[in-house]
T-cell receptor, first 113, second 113 residues
């Protein structure tokens, strides 16, 4: 089992719809969760961080965390073609007694007009 | 955006040659990281630094070495490049270690023939 898993996609949604991106992780002790957006050929940029169970909203983005079920999700409301990118989930995982930030392989989102 | 630059941005080299990639930051962040990104694998940590002259290995460190003689510079060296090291390399920085927010540089595309 991979430490951080994401569906590679592509996830295709029409403009104006809600895009839902999911991520599961293996370490029950994980405390820090991040969503990065990566446009093709560009570097990852942080869009959301979440540390507590529940929802965290920032503009059109909502991160949801459920530690009991070990998943974190990202909702994008009113999706725009400019949201088309790969979304990376990152989770802190204890690796060889050291806390490391582990990235999923990303979900590609396509928003069509 | 953290002020992070990487050089070179693109490089083509031959198997067996040494290669050094440079990461420079202007944010005075204590932590610096080198990742590689490959299709199907996501971002994988090569080495990281938690201070001047303080470095440690990541999950894919074989064939790579690093040095950090100044806060602002973190060098990644491939002693003898192999085709399996063809990848996109990203430098990242962070105020705190491990699971905290990381800011990424623009990346270096390296091709080893």
């Amino acid at each position: 089992q991979k430490e951080v898993e994401q569906n590679s996609g592509p996830l295709s949604v029409p403009e104006g719809a809600i895009a839902s991106l999911n991520c599961t992780y293996s370490d029950r002790g994980s405390q820090s969760f991040f969503w990065y957006r990566q446009y093709s050929g560009k570097s990852p940029e942080l869009i959301m961080s979440i540390y507590s169970n529940g929802d965290k909203e920032d503009g059109r983005f909502t991160a949801q965390l459920n530690k009991a079920s070990q998943y974190v999700s990202l909702l994008i409301r009113d999706s725009q073609p400019s949201d088309s990118a790969t979304y990376l989930c990152a989770v802190n995982i204890l690796v060889a007694n050291t806390d490391k930030l582990i990235f999923g392989t990303g979900t590609r989102l396509q928003v069509f007009p | 955006d953290a002020g992070i630059t990487q050089s070179p941005r693109h490089k083509v080299t031959e198997t067996g040659t040494p290669v050094t990639l440079r990461c420079h930051q202007t944010e005075n962040h204590r932590y610096m990281y080198w990742y590689r990104q490959d299709p199907g694998h996501g971002l994988r940590l090569i080495h990281y630094s938690y201070g001047v002259k303080d470095t440690d290995k990541g999950e894919v460190s074989d064939g790579y070495s690093v040095s950090r003689s100044k806060t602002e510079d973190f060098l990644l060296t491939l002693e003898s490049a192999t085709s399996s090291q063809t990848s996109v390399y990203f430098c990242a920085t962070g105020l705190a270690g491990g699971p905290d927010t990381q800011y990424f540089g623009p990346g270096t595309r390296l091709t080893v023939l």
